[in-house]
């Protein structure tokens, strides 16, 4: 059976994430890639969905509901769920120097989140992006989507909102297109394995 990948975006309208000048909103952020890897998925012949299209956010046990309904429908091993986030080092409005990209998975997670991890991990070090310093590409954290679900999951930081650097190549072109294409060619690779 092909593949069914569920595209997590981030956060919903509303939640306060945000670059501290206020030009970057992660909400959006996320909704925009979360909606152009699904749309590069498919362009390759990849069943793809968008997990949460709402604009509001969406709680996440009822984000682990909607993927393991998904696992029971089709079965855990032909789903996976990638959540598209952009990291932040504070809790308050100002510029720090954390920066880099990583990808969060369960402390118990099973071969197929392992696998799908490092071939995100290793598309971003091939494009130049470092990993976040604090942490290294592939950190294994205790988070609610990668946790409750019953399929692969993987939640991905993409670069720091609150770092000057990172929040510029966020909000280029070239910064959009660079981490669409990193999502779209690691899941490619993740469904052909």
């Known amino acids: 059976m092909a593949k069914i990948i569920l595209i997590d975006k981030g956060h919903g309208q509303g939640n306060g994430n945000g670059s501290p000048d206020g030009t970057l909103l992660e909400w959006q952020w996320c909704r925009e890639c979360a909606a152009l890897v ?4 498919r362009a390759r012949g990849i ?3 968008l997990l949460t299209p709402e604009i509001r956010d969406v709680p996440i046990a009822e984000r682990v509901r909607r993927a393991n309904a998904w696992c029971a429908k089709v079965g855990a091993g032909n789903v ?3 959540s598209i986030h952009v990291n932040a080092s504070g809790r308050t409005r100002a510029w ?6 990583l990808c969060c998975i369960d402390p118990n997670a099973g071969k197929g989140s392992v696998r799908l991890a490092n071939l995100l991990a290793s598309g971003a070090m091939d494009r130049g992006l470092k990993g976040d310093r604090r942490q290294g ?8 989507i990668t946790n409750g679900t019953r399929c692969a999951a ?7 909102q609150d770092n000057r650097g990172d929040c510029a190549y966020l909000l280029s072109d070239k910064g959009m297109e660079e981490l669409v294409a ?3 060619e690691a899941i490619g690779r993740w469904c052909d394995g």
Do not use: D
């Not at 699904?38 to 998925?41: I, N, T």
């Not at 720090?96 to 990209?101: E, H, I, L, M, Q």
């Open 38 to 41: 699904v749309a590069g998925l």
């Open 47 to 49: 069943e793809a969905h």
């Open 80 to 82: 996976a769920v990638v």
């Open 96 to 101: 720090r120097t954390a920066c880099g990209w």
């Open 137 to 144: 590409p592939v950190v294994r954290k205790l988070l609610g």
């Open 154 to 160: 993987v939640l991905t930081e993409n670069m720091f």
């Open 182 to 184: 990193l999502h779209v």
